[in-house]
């Protein structure tokens, strides 16, 4: 009997796209040791990032317009898959039964987080792949409770499928006294706050993470702090396995995988008050509308932070990232 095969938009990987390539690059790895009844293959530009057991279809791309208008509907009429697996967005016309992962609503809930040209893109992309989709798979239960609310999407049709750290993100060798910070510098992340703290507690900030904001790079370049922009993942388990604290101001988010990275690391985690991070962190990260308070915290309980941080990592897994993934395919495959 063939196995229904399963086509799945990997075009982030290979682009240094943080929590969107992380996203595709764990599922990839893990869906065909959990669902050996299906077959899957990848749309990627970059073939030789694919692991073992998904097959390539390899796209280049150059307009995203493009692609998702033309292109990607031809190719997907061409290999006839049984479902396809998209991420905020599905192609114009799209001729199998799709699924789309929306990882977070930040432009909704707070509209600095991008420029208005693209804002009102998502704003009518985002919602008409939710509800054409077949099933919408979210990253927290805070986004499927956004979905619900804004855009109206049946409770029912949601499926929440919780990130997790790849096994490269343990704890190692000494620390060193400086503050890491992780996301893009953006005003949603708020990465002068970061510096605000690490100067009021006498050390250095290091950032980590793609420039999305000239003027607020060369800001916190002014004041200081050491911009790494992006760096591989061994550089990235290092900076973690070496900071004394996580330092996590951002406003919004849908799920916060620097704070759970930095968990498995060892590492203590400040951070504000925010839904999603609560939810991954529990009570084994600090949290408080006085960043710094809260970072002088970290750094006084080092010790029983990161012990409850590498307990808590252990409810995160791939593998049932992945497992949950699948289920919902079959779902719409049994109709």
Do not use: N
Not at 39 to 56: D, K, M, N, S, Y
Not at 94 to 105: F, K, M, N, S, Y
Not at 229 to 256: D, I, M, N, T, W
């Amino acid at each position: 009997m063939t196995k229904p095969l399963v086509v799945i938009d990997a075009d982030v990987l290979g682009r240094h796209r943080t929590g969107d390539e992380t996203y595709v690059e764990q599922l990839l790895a893990a869906l065909p040791e959990v669902a050996d009844d299906l077959r899957f293959a990848a749309i990627t530009r970059r073939p030789e990032l694919l692991p073992p057991g998904v097959e390539p279809l390899h796209l280049p791309a150059r307009s995203q317009e493009l692609r998702m208008a033309r292109a990607v509907p031809s190719l997907l009429r061409r290999t006839r898959p049984a479902l396809a697996h998209f991420l905020h967005a599905l192609p114009l016309r799209c001729p199998c039964p799709a699924v789309v992962t929306v990882q977070d609503l930040s432009w909704e809930r707070d509209p600095t987080v991008m420029p208005l040209r693209t804002r009102m893109v998502f704003r009518i992309v985002v919602p008409r792949a939710a509800r054409r989709a077949a099933r919408v798979l979210t990253i927290s239960e805070r986004t499927k409770r956004d979905l619900v609310e804004l855009y109206r999407i049946p409770d029912q049709k949601i499926v929440v499928t919780l990130l997790a750290v790849d096994p490269a993100f343990h704890p190692e060798g000494e620390r060193d006294s400086y503050l890491l910070y992780v996301g893009a510098i953006e005003p949603r992340k708020q990465p002068l706050l970061a510096l605000d703290a690490a100067e009021a507690v006498g050390r250095r900030l290091v950032v980590v993470g793609p420039t999305k904001d000239e003027p607020l790079a060369e800001e916190l370049r002014r004041r200081g702090a050491d911009l790494r922009g992006y760096v591989a993942k061994p550089e990235l388990v290092r900076l973690y396995q070496h900071a004394s604290c996580l330092v996590f101001p951002s406003r919004y988010e849908g799920f916060g995988l620097p704070v759970l990275e930095a968990m498995a690391c060892g590492t203590p985690v400040a951070a504000l008050e925010d839904p999603a991070l609560r939810e991954v962190a529990g009570d084994a990260a600090v949290f408080g509308a006085d960043l710094t308070a809260s970072v002088r915290v970290a750094l006084v309980e080092h010790e029983r932070l990161s012990a409850a941080g590498l307990r808590r990592v252990r409810d995160f897994s791939w593998h049932e990232t992945a497992a949950q993934t699948a289920a919902a395919y079959r779902e719409v495959l049994a109709r």
